[in-house]
């Protein structure tokens, strides 16, 4: 602990910060491994975004950490290297410090863009082409199933039709519209 002694203040503030900031990063890290693993706990999903929609949020407790961690880093090494000067460290760790933030911002903004929800959106079927799979009854009389790539998947779904006569098997459909759990289909 000598060498803790001959610090000058600046870069003790700096150390500490960065000390403390790095453990909190180390701990965010950690914990989010161990949620991989099955945890489902509020405290490992909480990241404390100001934005709800999805978009870019740089103020979370990951970019935050990320900030006090490589701004005082980066500012110890600026004071130990520039001793007689206060405010080129201090302008140094805000720099490099916002930059960690705004990586961590777009970082978590890619991984977002990761996630789907794999729910059907029933508009974007509208007007597609399919292909009949078991032939569809007339008049909404019964249900036959269509298949068709949507939306990113291979989806097979239930199908009536408003025509008069029966489609048959292998016959390319359009979507006219798609309910709650079918779509209904015209001949193409």
């Known amino acids: 602990m000598n060498w803790l002694s001959t610090l000058t203040p600046i870069e003790h503030v700096f150390f500490w910060i960065a000390v403390i900031a790095s453990v909190a990063l180390v701990v965010q890290i950690i914990l989010l491994i161990v949620s991989f693993g099955g945890g489902d706990s509020d405290f490992t999903d909480f990241d404390g975004d100001m934005d709800t929609d999805g978009g870019l949020s740089f103020f979370t407790v990951k970019g935050i950490t990320a900030f006090f961690a490589l701004g005082g880093w980066c500012g110890f090494a600026a004071a130990s290297f520039l001793p007689d000067n206060?405010?080129?460290p201090i302008l140094i760790a805000v720099v490099t410090g916002a930059a960690?933030?705004?990586?961590?911002?777009?970082?978590?903004?890619?991984?977002?863009?990761?996630?789907?929800?794999?729910?059907?959106?029933?508009?974007?079927?509208?007007?597609?082409?399919?292909?009949?799979y078991v032939s569809i009854p007339p008049a909404r009389s019964g249900r036959g199933k269509i298949t068709l790539t949507a939306q990113g998947r291979y989806m097979e779904i239930d199908a009536v039709t408003d025509e008069t006569e029966k489609i048959p098997v292998d016959v390319e459909v359009t979507i006219e519209s798609y309910r709650e759990d079918f779509a209904v289909v015209k001949r193409k």
Do not use: D, H, P, Y
């Open 86 to 88: 206060i405010w080129a």
């Open 100 to 132: 960690a933030l705004v990586a961590v911002g777009f970082a978590m903004r890619g991984v977002a863009k990761l996630q789907c929800s794999g729910n059907v959106v029933k508009a974007k079927m509208e007007g597609l082409t399919a292909t009949v």
